[in-house]
T-cell receptor, first 116, second 111 residues
Framework: AQKVTQAQTEISVVEKEDVTLDCVYE???????LFWYKQPPSGELVFLIR??????QNEISGRYSWNFQKSTSSFNFTITASQVVDSAVYFC?????????????FGQGTRLTINP | DTEVTQTPKHLVMGMTNKKSLKCEQH?????MYWYKQKAKKPPELMFV???????INESVPSRFSPECPNSSLLNLHLHALQPEDSALYLC??????????FGSGTQLSVL
């Protein structure tokens, strides 16, 4: 079975602080994909990053960076110099192929609040 | 066009009503999905359509009936719902093996 654990239910920091959101996953698949999505109050899930299981290179996109460590089954997300607009619920997700179709399993989400 | 459009945005229905949720995309994606999201919970997969055929049904009650009339449209027909079915219903689409694009959802309230 596939499982994603986001142990941090809520995080609150002051603007300009760095913050890391943790994600740990479980899967028996050798090929899989990991994702981060952002869900602002408007409700839409906004895609942030997709990483396949064979690519352990860390990635940086502006103030966002991701650390994928297969040895610890973790895919953590760091926001540098946080801003109020970063306030949202962030979901880590694991994608496998079941019955020939993609199945995306989400973690419980981390509610991030950036205070001015 | 990189949007998934869902209508209506809000829906209130009684337990004896029949209603439908609609989802449309014009990105050429051949996989379409319905997810259900309760407040403060993650989205949960309900159905997956691949090339207009139902690929996954996550043991969803029969009062929810999906339909994929063509490669751009996905419907969710609702009948005899219960108050606990109140939730945000999210539609998504994707190319095979790639990221999902989500719509902004339909907020459903069952009275």
């Amino acid at each position: 079975a596939q499982k994603v654990t986001q142990a941090q239910t809520e995080i609150s920091v002051v603007e300009k602080e760095d913050v890391t959101l943790d994600c740990v996953y479980e899967t028996r698949d050798t090929t899989y994909y990991l994702f981060w999505y952002k869900q602002p109050p408007s409700g839409e899930l906004v895609f942030l990053i997709r990483r396949n299981s064979f690519d352990e290179q860390n990635e940086i996109s502006g103030r966002y960076s991701w650390n994928f460590q297969k040895s610890t089954s973790s895919f953590n997300f760091t926001i540098t110099a946080s801003q109020v607009v970063d306030s949202a619920v962030y979901f880590c997700a694991l994608q496998g192929i079941i019955q020939g179709a993609q199945k995306l399993v989400f973690g419980q989400g981390t509610r991030l609040t950036i205070n001015p | 066009d990189t949007e998934v459009t869902q209508t209506p945005k809000h829906l209130v229905m009684g337990m004896t009503n029949k209603k439908s949720l609609k989802c449309e995309q014009h990105m050429g994606h051949r996989a379409m999905y319905w997810y259900k999201q309760k407040a403060k919970k993650p989205p949960e997969l309900m159905f997956v359509y691949s090339y207009e055929k139902l690929s996954i049904n996550e043991s969803v009650p029969s009062r929810f009936s999906p339909e994929c009339p063509n490669s751009s449209l996905l419907n969710l027909h609702l009948h005899a719902l219960q108050p606990e079915d109140s939730a945000l219903y999210l539609c998504a689409s994707s190319r095979t093996g790639e990221k999902l694009f989500f719509g902004s959802g339909t907020q459903l309230s069952v009275l």
